[in-house]
């Protein structure tokens, strides 16, 4: 268990839908992370906030939004899904001056019918 | 960011050493090589971290030349367990850098 916690589990949704993701981070841990993994594509990076600032982005398309509350929880929104958002999800944190080590929640499936 | 090269995929049996070398040629002064583990279905999972030399732990040794060039994750005794993939990465360590995922090591243990 790395200590990060994402809900929910699985989502199922039909397109043109949105949903909200959401990620506990590990206690303390001011850094979360959003990847994406598809068959297709493998892991990719989609944002990070950092203490409720968002702090760097990659692949993330524009039908996705992210942030960080008060409380360092993380919601990850997508909208107007596409059958090709269907994917793995993962969240995950770290600590400042961790060198790289993030810590990986359990991901959220999301299939898009 | 430095780009990574590794295997696509690796075959062993169990009790075995298995290496798996990354070679990342660009790698900046500032950066760390860290290797994470990923299990069907699951988050990946930090394994590893070094700079240079040697780095030990309780499940793997990262072995990184002076040139810093490339580095060599060994996995001691495998066992069936260790089957996954396996991820090389280069970034710069300050802990909120972001993490660039290649294809990885697909390491098969058979028995």
């Known amino acids: 268990d790395s200590g990060v916690t994402q809900t929910p589990k699985h989502l199922i949704t039909a397109t043109g839908q949105r949903v909200t993701l959401r990620c506990s981070p590990r206690?303390?841990?001011?850094?979360v992370y959003w990847y994406q993994q598809s068959l297709d594509q493998g892991l990719q990076f989609l944002i990070q906030?950092?203490?409720?600032?968002?702090?760097a982005k990659g692949n993330i398309l524009e039908r996705f939004s992210a942030q960080q509350f008060p409380d360092l929880h993380s919601e990850l929104n997508l909208s107007s899904l596409e059958l090709g958002d269907s994917a793995l999800y993962f969240c995950?944190?770290?600590?400042?001056?961790?060198?790289?080590?993030?810590?990986f929640g359990p991901g959220t499936r999301l299939t898009v019918l | 960011l430095a780009k990574t090269t590794q295997p696509i995929s690796m075959d062993s049996y169990e009790g075995q050493e298995v290496n798996i070398t990354c070679s990342h040629n660009?790698?900046?002064?500032?950066?760390?090589i860290t290797w994470y583990q990923q299990f069907p279905s699951q988050g990946p999972r930090f394994i590893i971290q070094?700079?240079?030399t040697k780095v030990t732990n309780e499940v793997a040794s990262l072995f990184i030349p002076a040139d810093r060039k490339s580095s060599t994750l060994s996995l001691p005794r495998v066992s069936l367990s260790d089957t996954a993939v396996y991820y090389c990465?280069?970034?710069?360590?300050?802990?909120?850098?972001?993490?660039?995922f290649g294809k990885g090591t697909m390491l098969l243990v058979s028995p």
């Open positions: 660009n790698i900046a002064t500032n950066d760390y």
């Open positions: 206690s303390g841990d001011l850094s």
């Open positions: 990465l280069v970034g710069e360590g300050s802990g909120y850098s972001t993490l660039t």
């Open positions: 906030y950092y203490n409720g600032e968002e702090r």
């Open positions: 070094g700079y240079k």
């Open positions: 995950a944190s770290s600590v400042q001056g961790s060198h790289n080590e993030q810590f």
